[in-house]
């Protein structure tokens, strides 16, 4: 049987490494001093387009600009 011992503190805090990365990134940005906090905090934002697709087509994509949840 395997050892816990290797397993990274994150996986046993039942967390993703995306998820823990995400945290670590917000303390970082947070930390940092004006102007270069509000930069970092702009660089945030996520932006992306959703498409439904119907008939194996594409229909007009939606254009969503969002910030990670942590």
Do not use: Q
């Not at 940092?32 to 194996?56: M, N």
């Amino acid at each position: 049987m395997a050892s816990n011992a290797a397993v990274p503190f994150w996986r046993a805090a039942g967390m993703t490494y995306i998820t823990y990365s995400n945290i670590c990134a917000n303390l970082v940005r947070n930390c940092l001093k004006e102007p270069y906090k509000t930069e970092a905090i702009s660089r945030e934002r996520v932006h992306f387009a959703v498409s439904k697709w119907t008939d194996g087509k594409p229909e007009t994509p939606t254009i969503r600009t969002d910030t990670p949840n942590v």
